[in-house]
């Protein structure tokens, strides 16, 4: 990792007297605040804890791709805040954050999507919730890995690996599928590399990483974070959210970041003047009187690592009802025959939309693009030959059919797929479903939870529900890169709402959470070791 060489080889950390250090792996945003507040450690020690931890597992786990140069000088500022009244910004100030690859920072770090055509690209200001996340007083660490393009390059890309990056990994089992594309953001959080992270969805890529790494996750209605700066698949469907090791903390990462943003249009629709508080949301009683439908059907999908949590989903669902939810279960919608051609017509929509807004909402606003890439016709031709994007071993068929089409988001046909997806989601769909039963939610494990909300832009909650049992198969994925099931393989429990629930969602979650607290219960097969004992009051080599 180049530290060395911005770091001063020795820093004096000094801290006051006696200390509570909260074991890193599952340290809260209360725990840290208390820590810092009171002096115990300081966001200078949080910063050279959390590095010498990403140094320790990330040869093996890929999860960070790039350090911030000027952390420590960031943390070292805020410290100095701390120590006088009226400059303290709130529950974030000194905390450590990692964002995803795709989330663009005005600084001395690359925002690449894990490619080389975006390397030593620079952006005109900071991303919008980047922007937010540093008025709160956050330190940004550094840039999680992803699936290259948060997945949208190649069908045959494994999970977690971008050409930039490498190959995350995930730490629960031996070779695990870290899921994507926010993986190296959900790899992170999970071994506590980071306070918390932020990552990017499009069609499951907070929730499911969330999952399958143990963590909880919120994917936010589209329209509630700015995804100004932040490299687009489509406006319709991408969102910024937390992977956090809580739902209380995820939520508190959700409050820093949420917000109208005149840079990004979808946020004018939110429908409120004072914002919510999801961390006052995040409450024990929050399943209580909740109607909550279950739309098994989705389930027919095949996803193996859903498979461990079928089992246990029946007893999940005894919980929400002792916890005071209403199940209305199996609930079916008549149209759900249409998936395939729903899907399908997704897919050009998606595609076209890529087409569109790469250039329009990303690569036209850079201040600097070194291949002057502004299309996706050249960011082709460039992926297909610059060595590092390996291609042709990793393919690029996602834009090739975009491409082979020959048509823009102009064109009729985007018009007849987009009414035949909306409909398929209307008052015959999964829509319907909800204005029927008059539901608070639909509940479905994590694996299938995202699908349908991806394309209404509706929010899902993740949370931690089990682990598969020792004796569980492995099982590699269809490249043989990556393992995707395996013994103590995670599994999430998936809450599903309507726009601009995430109040309710959040409450839901915290009791699920609060009750079963599966999290504590799963370990991780690979963890650092540094704590923050190790770097307080101690001379720390950098
Ligand atoms: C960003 O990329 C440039 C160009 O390759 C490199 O020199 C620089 O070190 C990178 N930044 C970080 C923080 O790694
Ligand atoms: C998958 O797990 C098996 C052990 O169960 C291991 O031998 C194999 O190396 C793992 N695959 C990868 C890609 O690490
Ligand atoms: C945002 O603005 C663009 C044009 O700049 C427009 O095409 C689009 O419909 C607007 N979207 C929303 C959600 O208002
Ligand atoms: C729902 O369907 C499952 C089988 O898929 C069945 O075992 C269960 O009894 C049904 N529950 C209700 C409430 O109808
Ligand atoms: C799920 O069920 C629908 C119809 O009920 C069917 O069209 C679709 O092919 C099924 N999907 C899978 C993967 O079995
Ligand atoms: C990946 O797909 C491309 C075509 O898109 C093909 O040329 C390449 O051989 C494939 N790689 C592997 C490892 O199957
Ligand atoms: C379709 O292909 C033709 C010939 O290659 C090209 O000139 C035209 O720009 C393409 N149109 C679109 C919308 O991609
Ligand atoms: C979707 O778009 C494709 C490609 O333009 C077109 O061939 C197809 O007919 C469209 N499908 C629908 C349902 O409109
Ligand atoms: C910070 C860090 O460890 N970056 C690594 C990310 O992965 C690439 C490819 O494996 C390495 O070259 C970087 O050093």
Redesign the pocket.
């Known amino acids: 990792m180049r530290l060395t060489s911005y770091i001063p080889s020795f820093l004096w950390l000094a801290a006051s007297g006696f200390a509570d250090f909260p074991p890193l792996l599952d340290a809260t945003l209360d725990e840290l605040r208390h820590g810092l507040d009171s002096g115990a450690f300081t966001s200078v020690d949080l910063v050279a804890a959390y590095i010498a931890r990403i140094r320790e597992v990330n040869d093996q786990l890929h999860a960070v791709v790039e350090i911030n140069p000027d952390a420590v000088q960031i943390a070292t500022t805020l410290d100095e805040d701390l120590r006088w009244p009226g400059t303290h910004r709130g529950p974030l100030h000194g905390i450590p954050i990692l964002v995803k690859d795709n989330i663009a920072t005005n600084d001395e770090m690359n925002n690449t999507a894990g490619s080389y055509a975006l390397v030593g690209a620079k952006v005109p200001e900071d991303s919008t919730v980047v922007a937010k996340l540093r008025k709160a007083g956050a330190v940004i660490l550094g840039k999680a890995n992803l699936s290259q393009w948060a997945s949208f390059r190649g069908l045959n890309m494994s999970q977690g690996w971008s050409a930039y990056g490498g190959q995350t990994c995930g730490a629960y089992f031996e070779g695990q599928n870290p899921s994507g594309s926010s993986s190296g953001s959900a790899v992170a959080s999970s071994l506590g590399l980071a306070w918390a992270s932020l990552g990017t969805e499009t069609g499951g890529s907070i929730i499911h990483p969330s999952h399958l790494n143990n963590l909880a996750g919120i994917k936010p209605t589209v329209g509630l974070t700015s995804r100004y700066l932040v490299v687009p698949i489509t406006l319709r469907q991408d969102t910024v959210g937390p992977l956090a090791r809580t739902v209380k903390d995820a939520a508190a990462l959700l409050n820093a970041i949420a917000g109208p943003d005149a840079k990004d249009n979808y946020t004018g629709a939110i429908p409120w003047d004072e914002p919510p508080d999801y961390v006052a949301a995040c409450r024990e009683d929050g399943l209580q009187g909740m109607r909550i439908g279950?739309t098994?059907q989705i389930m027919n999908y095949s996803d193996p690592s859903g498979g461990p949590a079928v089992s246990v989903f029946d007893e999940a669902i005894d919980v929400l009802k002792s916890l005071g939810a209403e199940?209305i279960?199996?609930i079916t919608f008549s149209n759900y025959d249409l998936v395939d051609e729903a899907l399908a017509a997704a897919a050009v929509v998606c595609g076209l939309e890529f087409l569109d807004q790469l250039p329009t909402a990303y690569l036209d606003l850079l201040k600097f693009n070194p291949h002057k890439i502004t299309s996706l016709l050249q960011l082709r031709d460039y992926t297909q030959s610059e060595p590092q994007e390996q291609y042709p071993e990793i393919g690029t068929a996602s834009w090739d059919n975009i491409l082979a089409m020959n048509v823009s988001i102009q064109d009729p046909s985007y018009w007849s797929n987009r009414s035949l997806l909306d409909e398929w989601l209307g008052p015959k769909g999964y829509t319907g479903a909800f204005d029927e039963h008059s539901l608070d939610a639909v509940v479905l494990p994590s694996a299938w939870a995202f699908m349908i909300p991806s394309f209404l832009g509706w929010p899902v909650v993740s949370v931690p529900l089990g682990a598969a049992p020792d004796d569980s198969p492995v099982e590699p994925n269809e490249l043989g890169t990556m393992n995707v099931t395996g013994p103590n393989q995670p599994f999430g429990l998936g809450f599903t709402g309507k726009a601009w629930s995430e109040e309710k969602l959040i409450g839901m979650a915290c009791a699920f959470e609060a009750k079963t607290n599966v999290r504590r219960k799963i370990k991780p097969l690979i963890q650092p070791v540094t704590e923050l004992r190790d770097v307080v009051n101690t001379q720390l080599e950098l």
């Open positions: 279950i098994r199940i279960d199996n």
